[in-house]
């Protein structure tokens, strides 16, 4: 498949057709060197356009090169295509202030007021060693093994300036962030994505999307918070319970994605439409409406989650669940009100334990080759 432009106003990733996998990775920072960092920035924005074009990391190749030096591309994408490869940065509060305070960098002035942690929220079990970062990078493309060679590759590239922190695989899009997309499911077997904010809603983007000019500090005008919550499903118990009740839960029929009492997928949700009882067809706990922007002063997400299996949690259960990313103007105006509902109210709960937990500022795109990743920044 072919390839997403790398250049532009606006990071590629966010309003891109989400892409069928995922490799994500954090990263700290381990030098005080600034200028080792940005030479670093410097070299993977050079090596991201190249990979986005399907391209060998490195300008010699993995395999042109003398034979006595370690290839300047790992190789394993060799003969595959671009895939849709797209490679999205983000830059955590911690590498503007690290956990002792530190400003290492230099930058602690230019931190927006919007990239302050996320509060803690009921129930939350997060985990510190898959929590965080000093950077990240978001890897989506429609083969897993580009997206995890352009993570390796960029990884290689860091070696001794930054270290992997965690990193997660997504093997399947639980999202639509295009009206030409079909709406994919998660493990729960419901529809997900269907009222997303997608890349046709142009008006809505500039709203809820991305930062405007005077949002904060201009270097990251026309850029997006993300949001990143490792959520474990607790399948076992989800499927011993009964279709109606799960329905009840989501608010929304399993076959059809239809909200509870309508017709059809996409029809807007009605609060008012009674079910047979008489009772609201959609129950005031479903989670379309504890999350739905007329419950939460407006707010709106674009969500480009994934499916996660890592493998089994060897007490006889898959460790499966959703790695739920969102974009958003300002997560703590977005994100955080969303969540606040659905941690206190959202039947969900029962089956479902957030365990990992980011935030990241996005910045806007590279505009040409003459400029790099986080240039605002330095
Ligand atoms: C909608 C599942 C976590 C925010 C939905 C829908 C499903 C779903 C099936 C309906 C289809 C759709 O409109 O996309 C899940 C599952 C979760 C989860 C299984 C956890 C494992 C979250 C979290 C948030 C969130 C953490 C944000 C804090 C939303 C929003 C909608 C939605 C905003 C659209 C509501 C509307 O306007 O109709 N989710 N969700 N979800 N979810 Fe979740």
Same mark, same amino acid.
């Given at each position: ?34 200028? *080792?960092?940005? !030479? ?6 050079? %090596? $991201?356009? +190249?990979?986005? =074009?399907?391209? /060998? ?39 503007? *202030?690290?956990? !002792? ?6 930058? %602690? $002035?230019? +931190?927006?007021? =919007?990239?302050? /942690? ?261």
């Amino acid at each position: 498949s072919g390839a997403v432009p790398f250049y532009g106003a606006h990071q590629a990733g966010i309003v891109t057709p989400a892409q069928d996998r995922l490799h994500f990775v954090a990263f700290d920072v381990i030098t005080k060197d600034r200028d *080792r960092l940005v !030479t670093m920035l410097q070299d993977w924005t050079a %090596a $991201a356009a +190249r990979m986005t =074009a399907g391209q /060998d990391a490195g300008a010699i190749g993995a395999v042109n090169g003398i034979p006595e030096a370690p290839p300047d591309d790992t190789g394993e994408a060799l003969d595959l295509p671009p895939a849709g490869l797209t490679l999205t940065i983000g830059f955590g509060p911690t590498l503007f *202030r690290d956990a !002792t305070g530190a400003d290492r960098f230099g930058i %602690a $002035a230019k +931190r927006p007021a =919007a990239l302050v /942690d996320l509060p803690k929220f009921p129930a939350d079990a997060l985990q510190p060693a898959i929590s965080g970062g000093d950077l990240c990078v978001q890897a989506c493309a429609n083969d897993p093994q580009v997206a995890v060679h352009a993570i390796r590759n960029l990884a290689r590239i860091g070696m001794g300036v930054v270290s992997v922190r965690w990193s997660q695989l997504g093997f399947g899009r639980t999202s639509s962030t295009s009206r030409d997309q079909v709406t994919p499911r998660n493990l729960f077997g419901f529809k997900d994505g269907t009222a997303n904010l997608k890349a046709e809603d142009t008006a809505l983007l500039d709203e809820h999307l991305w930062v405007a000019k005077g949002d904060g500090p201009s270097w990251m005008d026309g850029g997006s918070y993300l949001v990143t919550r490792k959520i474990r499903m607790t399948i076992e118990t989800w499927d011993r319970t009964s279709l109606a009740e799960q329905e009840e839960i989501v608010g929304r029929a399993k076959g059809s994605g239809a909200p509870l009492g309508h017709q059809n997928e996409f029809d807007e949700l009605d609060f008012t439409v009674k079910g047979p009882t008489g009772e609201p067809a959609i129950a005031d706990v479903a989670h379309v409406k504890l999350a739905h922007h007329s419950r939460n002063g407006g707010a709106r997400l674009l969500r480009r989650g994934y499916n996660f299996v890592d493998g089994s949690d060897g007490l006889g259960r898959l460790n499966a669940g959703l790695f739920f990313i969102s974009f958003q103007r300002d997560a703590h105006k977005q994100f955080v009100p969303i969540q606040l509902q659905l941690a206190r109210h959202d039947v969900l709960n029962e089956y479902i334990r957030h365990v990992g937990s980011a935030l990241f500022a996005c910045p806007p795109g590279v505009p040409d080759a003459g400029d790099y990743w986080g240039r605002g920044l330095f």
